[in-house]
């Protein structure tokens, strides 16, 4: 049974800082594509960034190119999101996701994390 669990959210204040972690257990980590997604209130999730299997390439909504980096280690089986330069309307629920394969392709993820809480205050 996969799991993801993500930690690091909280409140921030703007043009501040904060790093997300996505500890992922239950298959092989490094064998599949990872994401980050995000939703606020009153609005659809929506598409934040995602990470091949390897590390090597990388995808980003454009409301966070620029801003937000995805990473991930394949040793510790977790993927991250820093997000640097942060704004209020970057407050959101951001969840971690993982794709049925090793890009993402088209596909829509497979599993899902529970979701953290980012606040961004003006």
């Known amino acids: 049974q996969v799991q993801l669990v993500e930690s690091g959210g909280g409140l921030a204040q703007a043009g501040g800082s904060l790093r997300l972690s996505c500890a992922a257990s239950?298959?092989?980590?490094?064998?599949?594509?990872m994401g980050w997604f995000r939703q606020a209130p009153g609005k659809e999730r929506e598409f934040v960034a995602s990470?091949?299997?390897?590390?090597?390439?990388?995808n980003y909504a454009d409301s966070a190119k620029g801003r937000f980096t995805i990473s991930r280690d394949n040793a510790k089986n977790t993927v991250y999101l820093q997000m640097n330069s942060l704004k209020p309307e970057d407050t959101a629920v951001y969840y971690c996701?993982?794709?049925?394969?090793?890009?993402?392709?088209?596909?829509?993820?497979?599993?899902w994390g529970q979701g953290t809480q980012v606040t961004v205050s003006s």
């Open positions: 990470i091949n299997y390897s590390g090597r390439y990388t």
């Open positions: 996701a993982s794709y049925p394969r090793t890009y993402t392709y088209n596909d829509n993820p497979e599993y």
């Open positions: 239950g298959r092989t980590f490094s064998r599949y594509a």
